[in-house]
Nanobody
């Protein structure tokens, strides 16, 4: 089992930045792909970004390309999401997740991910 805890969410003005963290415990996912998803009220869960086990392969959703950066520190069992140039449409609950079936191949479908955190709220005001 893997336990994931997100932190770093909050309220920020448009154009601002936030850095989310996701700390893993239990059977730590150092060798697995990890990702970030988000879900706004009344909308489906949306892929944000994902990263391979060693950080060598990353992939971003079209809506966040060039603004968000995913990274990981396996020594600290922590996944990060640096969010810059935030927009009101980035408002959502952000979740981190683990794909225990992949080390390198990054997938964007939420059903491919096996473990999920409880989420952290990000609110961007206009």
């Amino acid at each position: 089992q893997v336990q994931l805890v997100e932190s770093g969410g909050g309220l920020v003005q448009a154009g601002g930045s936030l850095r989310l963290s996701c700390t893993a415990s239990g059977h730590t996912p150092r060798q697995y792909v990890m990702g970030w998803f988000r879900q706004a009220p009344g909308k489906e869960r949306e892929f944000v970004a994902a990263i391979s086990w060693n950080g060598g392969n990353t992939y971003y959703g079209d809506s966040v390309k060039g603004r968000f950066t995913i990274s990981r520190d396996n020594a600290k069992n922590t996944l990060y999401l640096q969010m810059n140039s935030l927009k009101p449409e980035d408002t959502a609950v952000y979740y981190c997740a683990v794909d225990r079936n992949n080390w390198v191949r990054v997938l964007t479908a939420s059903h491919e991910y096996d473990y999920w955190g409880q989420g952290t709220q990000v609110t961007v005001s206009s």
